[in-house]
């Protein structure tokens, strides 16, 4: 099975070089970062890589998610999403794409809080958020989830089925509690992560970022749980 992986980017020069030649060619077919509004040399230093780079102006991460969904190639089978900052461990990306090459799962999805975590990699409201969300979650469909990991694989047929609609923070969520309430086969597996490479987080970097991550995934939950089905 074919499997494409998207890497949404914004002002990570620093960094996107090493992350997109850390996905194990034996693995991956392509792979495709998003440059999302970069104002550096993130979508250069990204294609001499080897990476497809592929421009989304419009900034907001689920529309990076969607661009890349978008230009996958017609023969993409599995899609495996990844930060671009160098948390996320690409050496890792078999664990998430065997278990749906061998067709046991259509989504497998890591969980940070279960890894190896270096320290300073995840902030407390991180940690708490995740394990929230799969408390609220398994209450809503009966699955188990422990994080909002972004590191994440999923058959491309039924992500394309889920109708995703999220622009910005919530798009992770949205997946997570769209396949379930679909039901999908969805297995979650530890996965390590890192204190990201350079830069400094929008979301966890600064309270206000943080403040506007969690409006927006407080607004996704309370719009896809009780949207009609």
């Known amino acids: 099975m074919r499997v494409s992986v998207i890497i949404p980017a914004l002002n990570e020069e620093e960094t996107i070089a090493d992350v997109v030649r850390g996905v194990p060619p034996a693995t991956a077919n392509e792979v495709i970062v998003v440059d999302n509004g970069s104002e550096d040399r993130t979508a250069e230093r990204a294609s001499s890589a080897g990476a497809r780079v592929v421009e989304e102006t419009r900034q907001g991460y689920g529309r990076a998610c969607a661009a890349g969904v978008q230009a996958l190639s017609p023969d993409c089978e599995i899609v495996v999403f990844l930060d671009g900052d ?33 320290p300073g990699s995840l902030n407390l409201q991180q940690v708490f958020a995740g394990r929230a969300a799969g408390l609220f979650l398994r209450a809503l469909y009966g699955v188990r989830y422990t994080d909002m990991c972004p590191f994440r694989a999923i058959r491309r047929e039924a992500l394309e089925s889920l109708g995703m609609r999220e622009q910005t923070y919530g798009w992770n969520l949205e997946m997570q509690m769209r396949s379930a309430r679909a039901g999908l086969r969805i297995l979650e597996v530890p996965v390590n992560h890192r204190r990201r490479a350079g830069g400094e987080s929008k979301v966890s970097g600064t309270l206000r970022g943080t403040s506007m991550a969690g409006a927006r995934i407080l607004a996704t939950l309370a719009r896809v749980a009780t949207e009609r089905r």
């Open 86 to 118: 160098g948390s996320d461990c690409p050496e890792l990306m078999d664990h998430l794409v065997e278990p749906i090459k061998q067709r046991l799962y259509d989504f497998v999805i890591g969980s940070r809080t279960r890894g190896r975590r270096e």
